[in-house]
């Protein structure tokens, strides 16, 4: 069983660049502004030959405002749930009263702790330690997370006392999912549920979920890594700067993805704003499942398969190659249908095509159906090979390259997709005019 460290501490001790550094990732958003963090982030790293499973909590606060109610609740399983927790302190702001309670909770729960003071390079430093003392402990760890400054002393520390080798387990996932959409549509539902565990806060407010969060799951044997984002919105809408960074980390995971699972709340239907995101995923070639959420709440007429295929394709013509599944992210319905088209794609983003049935296909279509003419010249495919994989990349080489219609780009497209039966893969073709012309 892999180690699970929680950092714990008041808001805007250094949670999350602490996290950033142990793990190895700028993975959690660093902000100025107390309270950055509303998730649980979640990432696995390793110490040499033991690996660990870290977590950094959103800020402790005990203001009964929504979102410091929901952190503080997040704060008190983590804290259950966690083998080590490391208490982080802020050497700049010295003790404050929150970090009396944090530590008594700690305490109660009888679980391993380390007290871990931050900001260590301030200039005042030394005048605050002998506050910490006040707290009753009697071994410190000082570090600066900004400026990794005896981070290995902690990495250390962690090492002699916790984690057990792992070698059953494949270092590195095969694929990243992201878990994308406009906000409230019920994204950290979904990934609530997969991990069958709350890892991100849910909330009926749109935009509570400002970072990305990672959950690595394992699954009748297979892992799988899963990217929960924020909600896309438009410019215009975006008001805070920390949801900036918010918005361009989500950015950043679909264009850091294999597969993208895209969510729309049924009862609100396709939006200009979707087609932007989809968009977005297109041009970056990625996988794609579109998950259609509420469920139980389409109407009888729409509750159809084919019928609601046609709707989202009409609305979202760049993506006609979406696999698409209903579901309900808060009962839990359909996630296994998710899990098996990951596993359907996964399969088929390695797939290589066998090259002389794919040259006698394509050479069938060229002889059974009409094709573009060039100066007189009817279009010829004199060769195709496949020269990558996910995605899948087909290069075509032709009589003529240049003047091919989009119309009959997206025929050959369409065929070999079919033909190969590579629903949800953004299939790349490149035409290329061959050396004899």
């Known amino acids: 069983m892999i180690p699970l460290i929680s950092i714990v501490g008041r808001p805007n001790v250094g949670k999350s660049t602490l996290f950033n550094q142990l793990s190895g990732l700028r993975h959690s958003i660093i902000y100025k502004e107390p309270g950055s963090t509303r998730d649980l ?53 010295g003790l404050q009263k929150e970090d009396s309670e944090i530590l008594s909770i700690i305490r109660k729960s009888k679980k391993n702790y380390i007290t871990v003071i931050n900001k260590i390079d301030f200039k005042n430093f030394d005048d605050n330690l002998s506050d910490f003392y006040k707290l009753g402990e009697e071994n410190f760890i000082n570090i600066s997370a900004e400026h990794n400054r005896n981070i290995s002393k902690l990495r250390e520390y962690i090492y002699k006392n916790f984690g057990v080798v792992n070698n059953k387990l494949e270092s590195n996932y095969l694929y990243k999912i992201a878990i994308v959409g406009k906000p409230n ?32 799951i394992i699954r009748n044997n297979k892992k799988y890594f899963f990217v929960d984002t924020a909600g896309l919105r438009r ?13 361009s980390r989500a950015i950043d995971a679909i264009e850091r993805s294999d597969i993208v699972i895209f969510m ?8 200009k704003q979707d087609s932007k995101i989809l968009n977005l995923i297109k041009k ?35 993506i006609n190659y979406a696999k698409i599944v209903v579901i309900s992210a808060i009962k839990g319905k359909n996630i296994n249908k998710i899990f098996k088209s990951i596993d359907e794609i996964c399969l088929k983003l390695e797939y290589k095509i066998n090259i002389n049935n794919l040259n006698k296909f394509l050479n069938n279509i060229v002889e059974k159906f009409s094709v573009p003419v060039n100066r007189g010249k009817r279009f010829k ?24 219609p989009n119309t009959f780009r997206k025929f050959i497209e369409r065929s070999i997709r079919n033909e190969y039966k590579l629903e949800g893969i953004s299939l790349k073709l490149g035409f290329r005019t061959s050396r004899k012309e």
Do not use: M, W
């Open 284 to 318: 970056n070639n990625k996988a794609i499942i579109v998950a259609v959420n509420k469920s139980d709440l389409i109407p009888r007429e729409l509750n159809n398969s084919e019928k609601l295929r046609d709707i989202i394709f009409k609305y979202f013509p760049q």
């Open 381 to 404: 495919i004199y060769y195709a090979t496949q020269t990558k994989n996910n995605p899948p990349e087909i290069i075509l080489f032709c009589n003529f390259a240049k003047n091919i």
């Open 185 to 216: 549509v019920g994204k950290s539902t979904l990934i609530n549920n997969i991990a069958r565990e709350e890892i991100s806060i849910v909330s009926e407010k749109a935009g509570t979920t400002r970072d990305t969060v990672n959950l690595e």
């Open 264 to 271: 729309i709340d049924s009862q609100i239907g396709p939006s």
């Open 235 to 247: 410019k215009s809408k975006i008001s805070e700067k920390v949801e900036y960074y918010s918005t």
């Open 41 to 93: 982030l979640s990432n696995n790293f390793s110490i040499e030959d033991k690996e660990y499973r870290l977590v950094d909590s959103g800020g402790y606060d005990n203001e009964k405002e929504h979102y410091p109610t929901l952190i503080r609740k997040k704060i008190l399983e983590i804290i259950k749930r966690s083998d080590l927790i490391i208490f982080l302190l802020d050497g700049k702001s």
